[in-house]
Nanobody, 126 residues
Framework: EVQLVESGGGLVQAGGSLRLSCAAS????????IGWFRQAPGKEREGVACISSSDGTTYYADSVKGRFTISSDNAWNTVYLQMNSLKPEDTAVYYC???????????????????WGQGTQVTVSS
C-alpha cells in the first residue's frame, strides 16, 4: 500500500520560511506525480504544487509562484515544498498526494489523486 507522511509544519511569522517534507514509500507505478494541496477552515482544498517523476516537470498555483518551490531527492524517497515569504493566507493544513497518469491539465484537481498523507499544519501569523 502506498504510504505518504508529511512533516515540517509549524508556526511562523509573516515573511518567514518553512520547508515541508513528504516521505513516500511503496509506490509501485512508474509514471506518477506527487502534489501538494492545502485546505484552510471553511475553504475548498486547493492544489499548491506538483512534480512529475517521469520528467521532473513542476507546476504551481498562481498564488504561490515565486515563493514556493517543489523538489525531490535523487531517489524520490522524499518530496519537499520550500515555502518562502509566507503570508497569513498561506495558513492551512498541507497534504501531499500521489497517483499515476496525471497530466498537466489536471494536476491541481484533488479527484485525480487516490493516495494521501495525513496532513501537516502550517500557521502564519501577521
Amino acid at each position: 500500500e502506498v504510504q505518504l507522511v508529511e512533516s515540517g509544519g509549524g508556526l511562523v511569522q509573516a515573511g518567514g520560511s518553512l520547508r515541508l517534507s513528504c516521505a513516500a514509500s511503496e509506490i509501485t507505478f512508474d509514471d506518477y506525480s506527487i502534489g501538494w494541496f492545502r485546505q484552510a477552515p471553511g475553504k475548498e482544498r486547493e492544489g499548491v504544487a506538483c512534480i512529475s517523476s517521469s520528467d521532473g516537470t513542476t507546476y504551481y498555483a498562481d498564488s504561490v509562484k515565486g515563493r514556493f518551490t517543489i523538489s525531490s531527492d535523487n531517489a524520490w524517497n522524499t518530496v519537499y515544498l520550500q515555502m518562502n515569504s509566507l503570508k497569513p493566507e498561506d495558513t492551512a493544513v498541507y497534504y501531499c498526494a500521489t497517483d499515476w497518469g496525471i497530466d498537466s491539465s489536471t494536476w491541481n484537481n484533488q479527484d485525480e489523486y487516490d493516495y494521501w498523507g495525513q496532513g501537516t499544519q502550517v500557521t502564519v501569523s501577521s
